[in-house]
Every structure is written in C-alpha cells, then in structure tokens.
C-alpha cells in the first residue's frame, strides 16, 4: 500500500499563493500517475491537476489552469501543487491521489489517498 501525506495547507489572502506538497512512500512512486482533487464542504470531490509518470504531461481543470502548477520530484517520491492567484472559491480540503494502473480526472481511478489539508481562501 502506498501512504500520501500532505502539506502545505493553511490560511491565505485573496491573490496569495500556497504550495502543496505530498511525501509518498514505495519504490514504485515515479510509475504512478499522481493528482490533486479538492473537497469543499458539502460538495463532491473534483478534479484539480494530475501529472503522468514522467512529468511530462500534465492536466489542469479549467478553474485553476493558469493559475496552479502541478509537477512531481520522483527522486524526493513528492509531488507538488504550486496555487498562485488564489480565490476564495478554491477554499477546500486538498487530497492528493496515485493512481496504479489508469487514472487522470475521476476520484474512482485513484487507488490511494491521502488524508488531505485544508486550503482557506479569505480575507
């Protein structure tokens, strides 16, 4: 089982930026397709970015394409979520997920989740 921890999450202005980061553990890490989905309160669980294996594609939602900047460090085993020009409708608890096998922008691709950190976008 691979284990995801973020971080990086906390309370910003309106304009401000954060970055995310998530450690994941296991060998196999640079093979997985990684991504970022978000969660406000009472809403579904979206899509945010994802990144392949390579790092060389990556994949954004049209609500934060640019604006965020997904990329991944396989040597560190860490991806990161790089959010610039921040709004308060990006407040949310942020999770990032691996997918094994296939995935890219439906929470049902990802086999592994992290426990997520909470993003608040208010003045």
């Known amino acids: 089982q691979v284990q995801l921890v973020e971080s990086g999450g906390g309370l910003v202005q309106p304009g401000g930026s954060l970055r995310l980061s998530c450690v994941a553990s296991?060998?196999?890490?640079?093979?997985?397709?990684m991504g970022w989905f978000r969660q406000a309160p009472g809403k579904e669980r979206e899509f945010v970015a994802a990144i392949r294996w390579s790092g060389g594609s990556t994949y954004y939602a049209a609500s934060v394409k640019g604006r965020f900047t997904i990329s991944r460090d396989n040597a560190k085993n860490t991806v990161y979520l790089q959010m610039n020009s921040l709004k308060p409708e990006d407040t949310a608890v942020y999770y990032c997920?691996?997918?094994?096998?296939?995935?890219?922008?439906?929470?049902?691709?990802?086999?592994?989740w992290g426990h997520g950190t909470q993003v608040t976008v208010s003045s």
């Open positions: 296991g060998r196999t890490f640079s093979r997985y397709t």
């Open positions: 997920a691996a997918a094994s096998r296939y995935g890219l922008v439906l929470p049902a691709e990802y086999d592994y």
